[in-house]
């Protein structure tokens, strides 16, 4: 097979998923799939900003207790 004809196979596969993708989409089914990503990919984002939170809030206190501890050991150095 010679480059012309790979370059048209890949371009006629390539037009052909992309034609049954909007297919399915622009169906009652595929707006539903479409729907239920939407609000998976929402739960997914408030979960990590959940968890990136708690990540700050994590790292913030061991900066405080750290702080603390430096400055204990200030103190009984004095």
């Keep these: 097979m010679n480059d012309k004809s790979k370059l048209a196979l ?12 909007a297919y399915f989409l622009t ?4 707006e539903k ?11 997914i984002k408030d979960q990590l900003d959940e968890r990136f ?15 603390k501890i430096i400055d204990n050991l200030s103190q009984q150095k004095s």
Excluded: N, P, Y
């Design 53 to 67: 939170e708690k990540g700050k809030r994590a790292v913030h206190d061991l900066v405080d207790t750290a702080e």
């Design 27 to 30: 169906t009652e089914e595929g």
């Design 10 to 21: 890949a371009f006629a596969l390539g037009a052909s998923v992309g034609a049954a993708i």
């Design 33 to 43: 799939t479409v729907d239920q990503m939407k609000e998976k990919a929402s739960e």
